[in-house]
């Protein structure tokens, strides 16, 4: 069975750089895609980007080019998104999804790691 | 690239069947049969329940099914039941990055 395992609840200032993390057990080594959502409080779903584990081939949504990195460590199965700096607006609930090769559909997800930023 | 369109909100009574939309464009839902449905309870992680428009993940209820028309993709839930009462979101493949694109959402509420 897949599972994905995300880091824990974080609470930053702004200005602070975060790494959260989404590790992947029971997949065929590399042959999928994970992919990063965003949900701000009491709105919708919004895809950040999507990173294939086997060559980190990246996608990155237009709306966060820049302002976060998606990697990957296929060692340890683990895939990371990343602040530089860290704004009041990027408060919300991230969720790591995934995608087997070849098909177009995520399943399972993440529980989410909350992310709040305030001083 | 903008989110897929969804009504805010369905609702109806127990037993009753409802239909939630999704409209895109031809360079998403009407360009592909790559349409998939999820189902999001509160505090919770979304959930899949639909794939390539009508295809239902083994342990889904076949209260759930999926079509397409056009640029239009809809979601059916038949014999309503209480714990039907969740957030739904379309999702599309597309050609531009992220290669994927949600619908804004609907909230669907049981009499």
């Known amino acids: 069975e897949v599972q994905l395992v995300q880091s824990g609840a974080e609470v930053k200032q702004p200005g602070e750089s975060l790494k959260i993390s989404c590790q992947v057990s029971g997949h065929s080594f590399g042959d999928y895609w994970i992919g990063w959502v965003r949900q701000m409080p009491g709105k919708g779903l919004e895809w950040m980007g999507i ?6 081939d990246t996608r990155n949504s237009p709306s966060f080019q820049g302002q976060v990195t ?3 460590d296929k060692s340890i199965t683990t895939a990371y998104l990343h602040w530089r700096s860290l704004k009041a607006s990027d408060s919300a609930i991230y969720y ?18 909350l992310v709040t930023v305030s001083s | 690239q903008s989110a ?9 009574s127990p037993g009753q069947s ?8 031809s360079s998403d839902v009407g360009g592909f049969n790559y349409v998939s449905w999820y189902q999001q309870h509160p505090g919770k992680a979304p959930k899949l329940i639909i794939y390539d428009v009508t295809k ?16 239009t993709a809809s979601l059916t839930i038949s014999g309503l039941q209480a714990e039907d009462e969740a957030d739904y979101y379309c999702n599309s493949y597309m050609t531009s990055s992220p290669n994927y694109v949600f619908g804004t959402g609907t909230k669907v509420t049981v009499l």
Do not use: E, M
Not at chain 2, 18 to 25: D, F
Not at chain 2, 56 to 71: A, L, T
């Open chain 2, 4 to 12: 897929l369109t969804q009504s805010a909100s369905v609702s109806g």
């Open chain 1, 96 to 113: 790591c999804t995934c995608a087997v090769d070849g098909t177009t559909w995520f399943d399972p997800w993440g529980r989410g790691t």
């Open chain 1, 51 to 56: 990173i294939h584990f086997r060559d980190s």
């Open chain 1, 70 to 72: 998606i990697s990957a």
């Open chain 2, 18 to 25: 409802i239909t939630i939309s999704c409209t895109g464009t």
């Open chain 2, 56 to 71: 239902r993940p083994s342990g889904v209820s076949n209260r759930f099914s999926g079509s397409k028309s056009g640029y």
